[in-house]
């Protein structure tokens, strides 16, 4: 009876771990459309505004830098930010590495 009930309390919590879990975050800069309505707060015109913005003026490097696409803010941004990535296309980061040559 012992085993039986710890079976079954060990397969109650990792139901409820994996119902609970996270979806991985969206690569903000190669999602489409249909990916993008998927994160909260976004809809359909805030998600094709995304997609212009990106194709007009690059990808974005950070949450921040949402802020370009009219309707989002940095309040917006914030919330957002845990559900991102921001690699881009060829897969390295959007952020400028640091030039770590020496200096002479």
Do not use: C
């Not at 975050?25 to 309505?37: C, D, K, M, Q």
């Not at 015109?45 to 309707?71: C, M, Q, Y």
């Amino acid at each position: 009876m012992k085993t039986w009930l710890t079976t079954a309390i060990y397969s109650l919590l990792l139901a409820s771990t994996l119902a609970f879990a996270s979806p991985p975050p969206i690569n903000i800069n190669t999602a489409s459309v249909a990916e993008l309505v998927a994160l909260p707060g976004i809809g359909k015109a805030k998600a094709e505004a995304i997609v212009a913005e990106r194709d007009a003026n690059g990808p974005f490097v950070d949450a921040e830098d949402l802020s370009r696409v009219s309707g989002i803010g940095t309040a917006t941004a914030k919330k957002l930010e845990q559900h991102l990535e921001f690699s881009t296309p060829q897969g390295d980061s959007a952020k400028p590495a640091p030039n770590d040559a020496p200096r002479m």
